[in-house]
């Protein structure tokens, strides 16, 4: 009984408290089910985040994909950063390459990014979302959409972690490529340098992403066309690749082709197929087509086509069109883009514009599907215009021309340079077709716009050499203009045109040159002593380091781990120097505008510069034209020639005889050859303006393969008689006294010598003792010599004009580079006669051969470039005696880089240099000659000039052959250094005489009036 009563007590119980104990389990449930929701679609995200992170895309990771969406597509009210963090894990997923589903992934990544914009979170995970939506759409070829989401990526990260954090490499490292993509290469270059930055800090020169950054500032620069820059950088890239445990085929690709296309673009085509091979030995059936393989192989490909060999070239372009079309389908990106380079290979080199033609449209017709590559579609325009033009089809390709150019994102770069060029061609042909002059008018203005463009794009380049290839390769722009102009006048009759052309012709002239002395008037003028100093000492730097490379590779076995580590060096001083230029260029307006100034005389210029007492010649090659300009003070005279194949042998035929004389069998033809071509190249080039010649002095600024010749040698009259007599012959220095210059922009902004009582002369003469073999100071050519031996009379002058002149004599062993250095910017006068050695592959390496047993710091060859280190800024003269001072590589607009060229840039008015090697006594009778005349007041030209007529009076048959006496030419400031101490007395005794007389005449007058 008492156990059934306690039992129904305990039913009771339980029966009065079941509804709270129903309650709390249901309100209990209730919470726990809310918390599961949350709890369970985290655990869900961290698990699905393990497993993304280990690559696991089993059919279990999709499950729990699917889960995961299925709640956040509900809607439910869940916590925003678990709802957030849910939806980038999910578009990680669909972005993987195992899934590739980027439209999803976009999707999931835009609403992770919109749940924490609207709640304020800013963490890890937006800054990962908004990155990841740029790499999708870079990947799908939208760089202004990828550079959005990039920036935005980059600027969370640095304010979570500092901008100097290892987790803002890859933000940087993405945007630096999106950069590139969109065209943008001047913030793709810095945010390149920015991420080295960050690299050394954390002390990884290795690591892949230092690497990349080093391509991307490569690929950078060489889109800007600072291409002597991105080799370095592409160089280091290779050194650090190779050298670490890190493989990236890939990678691999887009540096060798980097390397190829720098050299290629610097016109070292030998090198640049070098490194072509090297990415063509990597290139195989295993290897998927990319853009970097695409690239490269193309790019070879069109190496072998400039070189003639279009078989291979058309070869290496198909197979990448068929593999490129098979791997990722006919309407990819990669398949399009290898399309656009089979079309440009029929159009350019194939000689078939129409089949490029029919591939250009079928490119336009699938792009028409999908317009996402802004980029490839003007590409692909172009060159569809291109072909149109070729084919006669001028108005549907001036059509797609005009398409390009009013895009409204189409930044300032090659693409929109290269476009207006066409424009004018296609606008000059319908001209020609259609007489209608409106089409003549808007080819000048479109003219005048490439160049206005142009010269925007050479002000972003930081390195001489890189201007001048950069020079040399788009001078037909300027070219246009001078076409275009002369075209005008002729049709309208009307000055303003001819004035307009020959100031675009200036412009075109030695520009390289004439902004390099500009940029050191800039620094001497607008600078601190102290930041110029450190800009010339990391100038200084590069030049050392470079002529380390230089020496090091052209070892029979070089030492390739030295090399790697000066390149880094170099590169590391380079960066430096840029940068401190951007803080110059933006902190000192006055020195940026003066060192940007791309500005050229006008004819007025040159007139008030020549004065009353010259003639002006400028010759200026456009295309099949020679144009020659002609300015005195009272004409401004043009004639225009056909520079014609015929007319360029006959110049160098005429070079062949002067420098390379018959003494022996063979003499008579060769004088009568002489006399022919020096009478008919004086006819066709001076024939048209000498009329107007108004003056015994002529200033002539040649252009192209002119500059190889000297003037004097032309005859201006026929020579009829039969004898063998060059002595007697009517050269043109019977009439002129010539000097020369680089333009006349040039010679109106070095500066005049001024005249002196006396003019004391830095004088260097060394030995050569001993067979100095050329080998051994590496060179590429030396007229076949094979050693240096003593020059025939060098100490004799050298003596003479010390004894002459006074002032500072080094001979033999005391003629070395160090005390050149230490004593260049002492004297009035320099006179260096020794020998000089060309290297026509790197002209910055030619050099000239001091005395170099036992000179401490120096290595007694003093290069090109060092030259422009040397301020020579006191000297009136330099004088150049040594053979082949004046010869070198010839680049178009920008004349002959040979080593006078430095000594402009160091601040003489005035080289006298050789145009080639004489290995006689001659050379040296007529420059002591030229000093006697020179101190009897006569201007450096006329002194020649008498000289040379002196030496001819005397000369016996043999030497009176140009070879002997017309190397020596005149560059630059012609005013005399000394005065005419004849007509000085000859004044100060008339003075005299006249003071006399009036002291005579007032005391007669007081003894009279007495």
Request: net charge negative; proline share 3%; charged share 25%.
């Amino acid at each position: 009984m008492k156990n059934i009563t306690l039992r129904l007590i305990i039913i009771l119980l339980i029966l009065l408290l079941a509804p709270s104990i129903v309650c709390g389990s249901r309100y209990d449930n209730g919470f726990r089910n809310e918390v599961n929701k949350e709890t369970d679609l985290d655990a869900m995200i961290e698990q699905l985040k393990r497993r993304l992170l280990l690559s696991d895309y089993s059919t279990g990771t999709a499950r729990l994909h699917r889960r995961i969406m299925d709640q956040l597509s509900r809607g439910e009210d869940l916590p925003p950063l678990i709802q957030s963090d849910g939806w980038y894990y999910a578009g990680f997923y669909y972005q993987s390459e195992t899934i590739n589903r980027p439209d999803s992934a976009i999707h999931c990544f835009t609403e992770s990014v919109r749940i924490k914009e609207d709640n304020e979170i800013y963490d890890e995970n937006l800054s990962k979302a908004y990155g990841n939506l740029g790499l999708i759409h870079l990947n799908q070829e939208d760089p202004a959409m990828a550079v959005r989401y990039l920036e935005e990526g980059l600027y969370i990260r640095q304010d979570l972690f500092g901008s100097g954090h290892e987790k803002t490499l890859i933000p940087l490292l993405n945007l630096s490529a999106a950069y590139i993509d969109a065209a943008l290469y001047e913030e793709a270059l810095e945010t390149a340098l920015r991420g080295l930055s960050v690299n050394s800090v954390l002390n990884r020169p290795n690591s892949p992403e230092s690497i990349k950054f080093y391509t991307n500032a490569g690929i950078a620069s060489m889109r800007m066309g600072n291409y002597a820059n991105s080799r370095n950088y592409f160089s280091v890239a290779y050194n650090s690749l190779a050298a670490g445990d890190y493989t990236d085929n890939s990678l691999m690709f887009s540096i060798l082709n980097g390397l190829g296309v720098s050299l290629r673009f610097m016109d070292n085509n030998e090198e640049a197929a070098r490194w072509f091979s090297k990415g063509e030995s990597l290139y195989n059936s295993d290897f998927p087509v990319t853009r970097s393989t695409l690239s490269m192989i193309s790019n070879y490909g069109f190496l072998l086509a400039e070189t003639g060999d279009t078989v291979s070239a058309l070869h290496q372009i198909n197979s990448v069109v068929e593999r490129a079309g098979k791997e990722y389908g006919t309407e990819s990106p990669n398949h399009l883009w290898s399309l656009e380079l089979l079309a440009y290979y029929y159009t350019v080199y194939g000689g078939d514009p129409g089949k490029g033609e029919e591939i250009y449209k079928r490119l336009e017709e699938s792009l028409g599907n999908t317009p996402w590559n802004r980029v490839l579609n003007n590409t692909v325009q172009y060159g569809y215009a291109r072909s149109l033009s070729m084919t006669g089809k001028k108005s549907e390709a001036l059509e797609r021309v005009n398409g390009i150019l009013s895009d409204s994102l189409l930044s300032a770069n090659k693409i929109k340079l290269i476009t207006l060029t066409l424009k004018r061609e296609i606008l000059s042909d319908l001209y020609s077709a259609e007489n209608d002059i409106n089409y003549l008018m808007i080819a000048y203005n479109t003219a005048a716009e490439a160049v206005e463009l142009y010269d925007v794009l050479r002000n972003d380049i930081s390195s001489e050499e890189s201007d001048i290839m950069m020079g040399s390769r788009y001078r037909e722009v300027y070219e246009d203009c001078v076409a275009t102009l002369h075209r005008l006048w002729k049709v309208t009759g009307d000055q303003q045109y001819l004035d307009e052309a020959f100031n675009y012709a200036e412009k075109a002239k030695a520009s390289s040159l004439l902004a390099s002395t500009r940029q050191l008037r800039a620094m001497n003028f607008h600078l601190p002593e102290k930041i110029a100093r450190l800009e010339r000492r990391l100038g200084s730097e590069i030049n050392t380091l470079s002529e380390l490379i230089y020496n090091e590779r052209s070892n029979r076995y070089p030492d390739n781990g030295k090399v790697s580590s000066w390149e880094k060096m170099r590169l590391q001083t380079q960066i430096s120097r840029d940068s401190l230029n951007r803080i110059i260029e933006r902190d000192y307006p006055a020195y940026s505008d003066l060192k940007n100034n791309r500005g050229a005389a006008q004819y007025r210029d040159i007139r008030k510069m020549g004065g009353r007492n010259s003639d002006f010649v400028e010759f200026y090659v456009a295309d099949s034209l020679l144009y020659v300009f002609l300015i005195n003070k009272s004409s401004f005279h043009v004639d225009e020639i056909h520079f014609s194949k015929k007319l360029q042998d006959e110049i160098l035929e005429l070079r062949a005889i002067i420098t390379s004389p018959v003494i022996e069998t063979g003499a008579r033809e060769q004088f009568g050859r002489f006399v022919t071509l020096a009478h008919s190249l004086y006819e066709t080039l001076l024939g048209g303006v000498d009329d107007y010649f108004s003056t015994q002095r002529l200033i002539i600024a040649p252009d192209n393969i002119l500059s190889y010749i000297p003037f004097e040698i032309l005859l201006d009259r026929e020579y009829s008689t039969g004898s063998l007599n060059y002595r007697n012959l009517p050269y043109l220095i019977d009439s002129y006294d010539i000097l020369y210059t680089y333009s006349g922009t040039l010679l109106k902004e070095t500066g005049k010598g001024g005249r002196s009582f006396t003019n004391r002369a830095l004088v260097f003469a060394p030995e050569y003792r001993g067979d100095i073999p050329v080998d051994s100071l590496m060179i590429t050519r030396q007229w076949g010599q094979r050693m240096l031996n003593p020059i025939m009379g060098a100490r004799e002058e050298a003596v003479y004009i010390s004894e002459m002149l006074g002032g500072e004599l080094y001979l033999d062993s005391e003629a070395t580079e160090s005390r050149f250095r230490q004593r260049a910017n002492s004297m009035p006068v320099i006179h260096l006669a020794m020998h000089t050695l060309l290297n026509d592959s790197e002209p910055m390496y030619s050099r000239m051969v001091f005395d170099f047993n036992d000179d401490g710091p120096n290595d007694g060859r003093l290069n090109t470039y060092e030259v422009y280190d040397i301020p020579v800024e006191k000297s009136k003269m330099v004088v150049l005696s040594s053979c082949n001072t004046g010869s070198g590589q010839l680049k178009t607009g920008e004349g002959v880089l040979s080593l006078a060229r430095g000594f402009f840039y160091s601040g003489s008015p005035t080289v006298i240099m050789s145009l080639w090697e004489v290995e006689d006594q001659s050379g040296s009778d007529i420059v002591k000659l030229f000093y006697k005349n020179l101190k009897r007041g006569y201007s450096k030209s006329k002194a020649l000039r008498k000289a040379r007529r002196e030496y001819l009076g005397e000369a016996v048959q043999m030497r009176s052959h140009p070879y002997f006496w017309a190397t020596l030419v005149i560059m630059g400031d012609d005013t005399p250094i000394f005065y005419n101490l004849r007509l000085f007395s000859g004044v100060l005794v008339f003075l005299l005489l006249v003071i006399a007389g009036i002291v005579t005449y007032f005391k007669f007058r007081s003894v009279k009036a007495s």
